[in-house]
């Protein structure tokens, strides 16, 4: 595959968004522990998001492709489901993960 200048931007684009939503999650754990009396560096919070946010955006491309690919459609729903499905299970099923100085406790 060439890496065509378009593709870069899909690539830097697929990172900033998933980014932005590692931020908003970042902010959302940093309020709440603050709001039930454990306030955590938003570093930390950060720290615990990026991760997940990440290889999700890892994936995208991925599931992109497969949703343009495989539409599901009257005639092919079935089969469009099982491929769907099969794909779903190989993606990432568990992408929390937790920064070793301190892992957060909810």
Sequence with gaps: MTLTPR???QALA???VWTAVALLAAGQRHFFQAAIGRPAPFADSLLGAL???WLWAA???AILWLAHRVRVERRNWIA????HGA???AAPQRTEFQ???RP???
């Design 7 to 9: 593709r870069i931007w």
């Design 14 to 16: 697929i990172l900033a």
């Design 51 to 53: 991760p997940s946010c």
């Design 59 to 61: 994936f995208t491309p």
């Design 80 to 83: 469009a489901l099982v491929l």
């Design 87 to 89: 794909f779903s299970s």
């Design 99 to 101: 920064h070793e100085r």
């Design 104 to 106: 957060f406790a909810c």
